[in-house]
């Protein structure tokens, strides 16, 4: 070569040494920082997905700390209802204790109700200081806020969960199907050919063996008593037995009466049968009715239409009859009915409610609606902010005001009655030598916290716990994945450096030969 004016050799050899100077920089850059991507340029396809899956790693990891706070959360309500728990069992033990009125004085009953009063004040106390971070647990701040709920129609309803997608509200509408029944067995009041001059009265002396949920007894009444000293003998033993029993038509014996459960469902039976042999094997035989195929019970109003309805079949003789749950929809959905309670769970929607027995037993009756306007816990499961990587659940207040909500005689009663001067006290029970409704609303009071605890148990056990087990394992599987596309693979690189070093060495020593090579041309001139 005899030009000097472009020395091509030293271009080309320089051009390389850039490109080798870039090289090693660059694998110094990712040696240095760890990263095979440090700028958009070093792979950008891979800088696209590698942020997508770190936004879900963040997004997973916060998840499972949302998780890990809730169970906390629940772990610290679950703590404070062992406490009432203890409490309420204390109690029951202090109200059987006191209804041993043979055994104990009237002081140490005064006693077992201080004790009671003490214990009732401490599950309100309990109710209103538990709390997590400033957040109240068990006052009822967590529950949902309802809205026209008619008593008239439903006696009491618990959420334990709602989703609010798009709306603020949720209504509940609730249709009666078909009514719920307590179990019931009819004995006619009226009489054929000569024993209709009996009518209204008992042919010959009955031993009846009455049976029911609770228990068994034996009445006897005597030949010629009205119906009414049949009605009298029942009802005396309906605490043990669960059975009463009424006229038909309160104004007409002839008319008949009917022996019906106390309470409503299909887990409620009364059985009715005679245990001596008429006197007169000529007179008619005992015999009772029940509804065929549990239909709708007929019109009480005078006169009862036996002639009717044995004709038509409608009432068959036996001697046991089970009662019926409600069937009723909830928002379009069948519910689980259970006496005059209904349920539902699904993802939208999780409740129970308690319905009242004129809505309960009247299919006829116009739908009944409430809304649920807010409240209830929210957390936020997922990496991603939408309903289904969402839960709601509802916590109740467990003061005494609102535990053990039991219907007796049309009243809903409650954990509070309990204290003194109230109407279900150890002295009231006492002075009505019934301890039975104290009993009741204390084993409605146990079942609630119970339940509470169970549902609480079981979101922490079936969503907590697994949604932090699968969280984990996704933000494993990202953080490989991200690694993969992101981080340097530093023996490559190692490799990598050694090659761009040699380069650098030799580019720099072929660049100082081709730069001399230009001074060859001094020769030509005889230098």
Same mark, same amino acid.
């Given at each position: 070569?005899?030009?000097?004016?472009?020395?091509?050799?030293?271009?080309?050899?320089?051009?390389?040494?850039?490109?080798?100077?870039?090289?090693?920089?660059?694998?110094?850059?990712?040696?240095?920082?760890?990263?095979?991507?440090?700028?958009?340029?070093?792979?950008?396809?891979?800088?696209?997905?590698?942020?997508?899956?770190?936004?879900?790693?963040?997004?997973?990891?916060?998840?499972?700390?949302?998780?890990?706070?809730?169970?906390?959360?629940?772990?610290?309500?679950?703590?404070?209802?062992?406490?009432?728990?203890?409490?309420?069992?204390?109690?029951?033990?202090?109200?059987?204790?006191?209804?041993?009125?043979?055994?104990?004085?009237?002081?140490?009953?005064?006693?077992?109700?201080?004790?009671?009063?003490?214990?009732?004040?401490?599950?309100?106390?309990?109710?209103?200081?538990?709390?997590?971070?400033?957040?109240?647990?068990?006052?009822?701040?967590?529950?949902?806020?309802?809205?026209?709920?008619?008593?008239?129609?439903?006696?009491?309803?618990?959420?334990?969960?709602?989703?609010?997608?798009?709306?603020?509200?949720?209504?509940?509408?609730?249709?009666?199907?078909?009514?719920?029944?307590?179990?019931?067995?009819?004995?006619?009041?009226?009489?054929?050919?000569?024993?209709?001059?009996?009518?209204?009265?008992?042919?010959?002396?009955?031993?009846?063996?009455?049976?029911?949920?609770?228990?068994?007894?034996?009445?006897?009444?005597?030949?010629?008593?009205?119906?009414?000293?049949?009605?009298?003998?029942?009802?005396?033993?309906?605490?043990?037995?669960?059975?009463?029993?009424?006229?038909?038509?309160?104004?007409?014996?002839?008319?008949?009466?009917?022996?019906?459960?106390?309470?409503?469902?299909?887990?409620?039976?009364?059985?009715?049968?005679?245990?001596?042999?008429?006197?007169?094997?000529?007179?008619?035989?005992?015999?009772?009715?029940?509804?065929?195929?549990?239909?709708?019970?007929?019109?009480?109003?005078?006169?009862?239409?036996?002639?009717?309805?044995?004709?038509?079949?409608?009432?068959?003789?036996?001697?046991?009859?089970?009662?019926?749950?409600?069937?009723?929809?909830?928002?379009?959905?069948?519910?689980?009915?259970?006496?005059?309670?209904?349920?539902?769970?699904?993802?939208?929607?999780?409740?129970?409610?308690?319905?009242?027995?004129?809505?309960?037993?009247?299919?006829?009756?116009?739908?009944?609606?409430?809304?649920?306007?807010?409240?209830?816990?929210?957390?936020? +499961? &997922?990496?991603?902010?939408?309903?289904?990587? *969402? !839960? /709601?659940?509802?916590?109740?207040?467990? #003061?005494?005001? $609102? =535990?053990?909500?039991?219907?007796?005689?049309?009243?809903?009663?409650?954990?509070?009655?309990?204290?003194?001067?109230?109407?279900?006290?150890?002295?009231?029970?006492?002075?009505?030598?019934?301890?039975?409704?104290?009993?009741?609303?204390?084993?409605?009071?146990?079942?609630?916290?119970?339940?509470?605890?169970?549902? +609480? &148990?079981?979101?922490?056990?079936?969503?907590? *716990? !697994? /949604?932090?087990?699968?969280?984990?394992? #996704?933000?494993? $599987? =990202?953080?490989?994945?991200?690694?993969?596309?992101?981080?340097?693979?530093?023996?490559?690189?190692?490799?990598?450096?050694?090659?761009?070093?040699?380069?650098?060495?030799?580019?720099?020593?072929?660049?100082?030969?081709?730069?001399?090579?230009?001074?060859?041309?001094?020769?030509?001139?005889?230098?």
């Amino acid at each position: 070569m005899a030009r000097i004016n472009t020395n091509v050799p030293s271009l080309v050899a320089r051009a390389n040494l850039a490109k080798s100077g870039a090289e090693l920089q660059t694998r110094l850059q990712r040696l240095s920082t760890g990263l095979r991507i440090n700028r958009g340029g070093d792979d950008p396809a891979g800088l696209i997905i590698s942020e997508r899956l770190r936004s879900d790693i963040q997004g997973n990891d916060q998840g499972i700390k949302n998780s890990e706070r809730a169970s906390s959360v629940i772990a610290t309500t679950e703590a404070a209802l062992t406490e009432v728990s203890d409490l309420l069992n204390s109690i029951r033990s202090l109200i059987v204790e006191a209804a041993n009125t043979g055994a104990n004085s009237a002081e140490e009953r005064a006693a077992n109700q201080l004790q009671i009063d003490s214990a009732i004040d401490s599950i309100t106390r309990i109710s209103n200081t538990a709390s997590f971070g400033g957040l109240k647990l068990l006052n009822g701040s967590m529950d949902y806020s309802l809205s026209g709920v008619r008593t008239s129609a439903i006696s009491k309803a618990t959420v334990f969960g709602a989703s609010f997608i798009g709306t603020d509200r949720l209504q509940v509408d609730v249709d009666v199907l078909a009514s719920a029944q307590t179990a019931a067995l009819y004995m006619r009041g009226d009489y054929t050919g000569s024993a209709s001059a009996a009518n209204g009265t008992v042919l010959s002396t009955l031993a009846l063996r009455i049976a029911g949920a609770r228990g068994v007894a034996e009445v006897t009444i005597i030949s010629g008593s009205p119906l009414s000293k049949v009605v009298d003998a029942v009802n005396q033993v309906q605490q043990l037995t669960g059975i009463k029993a009424r006229l038909i038509n309160p104004l007409d014996a002839t008319s008949g009466l009917v022996f019906h459960s106390i309470d409503y469902g299909s887990n409620q039976f009364v059985s009715v049968d005679r245990v001596n042999s008429p006197a007169d094997p000529n007179l008619s035989p005992f015999a009772t009715y029940q509804i065929d195929n549990n239909a709708a019970v007929p019109s009480f109003g005078p006169p009862f239409p036996w002639t009717t309805m044995l004709s038509s079949a409608a009432l068959t003789i036996a001697n046991r009859d089970v009662g019926r749950d409600v069937s009723a929809l909830i928002n379009g959905t069948l519910a689980t009915g259970d006496g005059l309670s209904i349920s539902m769970n699904t993802p939208v929607l999780s409740l129970t409610l308690l319905l009242a027995e004129a809505l309960a037993t009247d299919p006829e009756a116009a739908v009944s609606s409430f809304d649920i306007t807010g409240g209830g816990a929210l957390f936020q +499961l &997922g990496p991603q902010v939408n309903a289904q990587q *969402q !839960t /709601n659940i509802g916590i109740q207040s467990v #003061a005494a005001s $609102n =535990l053990g909500g039991v219907v007796i005689d049309g009243v809903q009663q409650f954990l509070s009655s309990l204290k003194s001067g109230q109407g279900n006290s150890i002295a009231e029970s006492a002075r009505r030598r019934d301890y039975s409704t104290a009993s009741s609303i204390l084993d409605a009071a146990i079942d609630e916290v119970a339940i509470i605890r169970g549902r +609480l &148990g079981a979101f922490e056990k079936n969503v907590l *716990q !697994t /949604n932090v087990r699968s969280l984990q394992a #996704a933000f494993e $599987n =990202l953080s490989a994945s991200d690694s993969k596309i992101r981080d340097a693979d530093f023996a490559a690189e190692t490799s990598a450096l050694t090659r761009a070093q040699i380069l650098q060495a030799a580019g720099t020593t072929v660049l100082g030969l081709a730069n001399q090579s230009s001074q060859q041309v001094l020769s030509l001139l005889g230098g």
